[in-house]
């Protein structure tokens, strides 16, 4: 059996958001996607975001991956639950480390910066690249109890 992934993007992310569930569908990944069911100028990130958030820290996914217009506004909207961890990546490198270092959970993109060829290396890099643990592990529990204001 494959691994689910919950995939969504809003009007800006959702001609990349497609071209990665259909990647996904074809390496053998069981894709649901929590997107509206066509393109429509007034989807909002935030819903989309919230969306895929709640089912990874409900834990209905373990991993999931989000894109709007540059990734800045979903990735914020996603960090809103606890125990999601949506890290914006640029590159290969940065979908890496995301992975080593934060246990990142969502993989976000920028779905007007980012081009096919590189959101495709990025999600592989992101599928598997493990959680090297370690130091990171206690840094990581910081993130769940932030200081009381």
């Not at 958001?17 to 935030?46: I, M, N, R």
């Not at 969502?106 to 493990?130: C, H, Q, S, Y």
């Not at 529990?141 to 932030?146: H, K, N, S, V």
Request: net charge neutral; with cysteine.
């Amino acid at each position: 059996m494959s691994e689910k992934i919950i995939i969504a993007g809003d009007h800006a992310g959702y001609e990349m958001k497609e071209h990665v569930k259909t990647y996904l569908l074809q390496k053998g990944f069981d894709v649901v996607d929590a997107s509206a069911p066509q393109l429509d100028p007034a989807d909002d990130y935030p819903v989309f975001g919230f969306k895929v958030a709640k089912a990874i820290a409900k834990k209905e996914f373990e991993r999931g991956i989000l894109m709007c217009g540059t990734g800045i506004g979903i990735s914020i909207a996603a960090n809103r639950y606890r125990g999601v961890r949506a890290a914006l990546c640029t590159s290969t490198e940065l979908a890496r480390m995301s992975r080593e270092h934060n246990n990142a959970n969502v993989l976000v993109m920028g779905g007007r910066t980012t081009t096919k060829k590189d959101a495709e290396a990025m999600v592989d890099t992101w599928l598997t690249t493990p959680f090297s643990g370690e130091r990171h592990a206690r840094r990581l529990g910081l993130l769940d109890e932030p200081p009381q204001q």
